[in-house]
């Protein structure tokens, strides 16, 4: 079953309600067709519910047999045979056709291992349901396609899944049912062969953007950022350059630690190559950079500090006695949000937080935004938040890098798309050329999708 967030309302109590019985106002919840819980009682205990976000149930520093069978509740015993559950694991992973070394440790994983380690530890475990929240945000195509044969194995062995996602080609290759949400309110159950062109002509198109980048600044040939030939931990031999006004998407297939670009962005020296951007050697040069980093509402504010404090954060570069003079945060509070907004940031909704992280950026007016994964667990009015805002900066000569792991998002504003692949190799589209490769793929699922409908549709 796919479920689809037009927007973040009630998303977060959803899946808390599912996992845990809390205090209920009205309703009741059956899981397996068992009343689990009900406004008239408080049972306060779990549910058999396994929710994936990341690898955030796994532990780093142990083998995938010790997660699988060791940590995890109803777990009774007392010695531990490693030998016994490695063979177990080895067992399971030949069922579902993988082939990950059982000695490993979690760490030292691919994403997509994880996440089916993370399945598998929850088939061991009987769990009712697993929750599978935006994972494909996280992968590229062709392990996509692995964790959908992994998913359609349990499935058809009595597992559910509930898949959290706002991409209709994933829903569309996923799931058997999608459900839309809007406002804390399941408004509309599709079938799976409705689910793509009913996502896409009529609840996805409000949110929209325009396909074109309407910027008239951007100047051909000024570049205003280089990376040459750099080298440092898990950077090898990355090199690209952006133009000024201009807004490129990396697409990162190589599974490199974008952590290392950020260092070096705050100014560590590459252990080979070089990093240039305009005007780096003036006073105050680092503001000529931004970055976004991924979930910015919960990364990029100051939960306990005010509204004012927040926004005016790098800003005393471009107006002088700032932080001693309150009327001046005061009105440009008021002309940034349109009204006094007092309180803490941790009490704003969750599209106030987003916006107010957008604006400080806008309002530091830097040379070029370095974007981390922006779309990665969104809903769809955030999703359409960051596109419009991404659409100003580029309006106003900044330049913009979009980094991310799905090829189409994105794809709407970027001027050039960059693809780091395998053995250092890398491949650099322009947007018409881009558009007719993304149109033919789309086109392709589209009929290997039909095809599939009718040989079902025959049995």
Not at 170 to 182: F, G, I, K, T, V
Not at 316 to 327: E, F, K, P, V
Not at 385 to 409: C, E, P, W
Request: aromatic letters at 10%; proline letters at 2%; glycine letters at 6%.
């Amino acid at each position: 079953m796919g479920l689809v967030p037009l927007d973040s309302y009630g998303l977060d109590e959803f899946i808390d309600c599912m996992c845990n019985n809390r205090q209920l106002l009205y309703g009741r919840i059956y899981i397996r067709e068992r009343l689990v819980n009900t406004y008239a009682v408080r049972p306060r205990t779990k549910n058999n519910v396994y929710s994936i976000l990341k690898d955030e149930n796994l532990i780093q520093g142990l083998p995938a047999a010790d997660n699988v069978f060791l940590i995890r509740e109803g777990y009774k015993g007392f010695f531990i045979d490693d030998a016994l559950i490695q063979k177990q694991l080895k067992r399971l992973f030949g069922e579902v056709g993988m082939d990950i070394s059982i000695k490993k440790k979690v760490k030292e994983l691919t994403v997509l291992e994880k996440y089916m380690i993370e399945i598998i530890k929850a088939a061991v475990g009987k769990a009712d349901v697993v929750i599978l929240r935006d994972v494909g945000s996280s992968l590229h195509p062709e392990e996509m396609e692995k964790l959908e044969r992994v998913v359609r194995y349990y499935a058809d062995r009595g597992l559910s899944f509930v898949y959290i996602s706002t991409r209709t080609e994933e829903l569309a290759q996923l799931c058997d049912r999608a459900s839309l949400m809007s406002r804390g309110r399941i408004i509309k159950i599709l079938e799976h062969d409705r689910i793509r062109e009913n996502l896409e002509d009529h609840y996805f198109f409000p949110y929209q953007l325009l396909k074109e980048n309407e910027s008239g600044i951007r100047e051909e040939g000024q570049k205003i950022f280089r990376c040459e030939n750099v080298w440092h931990n898990s950077i090898q031999n990355m090199s690209f350059d952006v133009e000024k006004g201009e807004c490129l998407l990396i697409h990162n297939y190589n599974d490199l630690d974008w952590n290392d670009f950020l260092t070096l962005l705050s100014g560590e020296k590459p252990q080979k190559g070089r990093i240039w951007w305009e005007g780096r050697k003036k006073k105050n040069a680092k503001r000529d950079i931004a970055i976004i980093l991924e979930n910015p509402a919960e990364t990029m504010l100051f939960s306990q500090m005010s509204y004012e404090d927040n926004l005016c954060l790098h800003l005393d570069h471009r107006i002088g006695s700032l932080w001693w003079s309150r009327n001046k945060r005061k009105s440009i509070v008021r002309e940034i949000a349109g009204r006094d907004i007092s309180g803490r940031v941790k009490d704003l909704p969750l599209r106030e937080k987003y916006e107010l992280v957008y604006n400080k950026i806008m309002l530091q007016n830097p040379r070029i935004i370095f974007c981390m994964f922006p779309y990665r667990n969104v809903d769809v009015k955030t999703r359409q938040l960051t596109n419009s805002f991404l659409q100003k900066y580029l309006a106003a000569g900044i330049a913009v890098v979009i980094i991310t792991l799905d090829m189409r998002d994105g794809a709407a504003i970027a001027d050039r798309i960059l693809l780091f692949g395998k053995n250092q190799s890398r491949m650099i589209f322009g947007k018409e050329e881009f558009e007719k490769i993304v149109l033919n793929d789309s086109e392709s699922d589209r009929v290997k999708s039909t095809k599939e409908q009718k040989e079902n549709d025959k049995k």
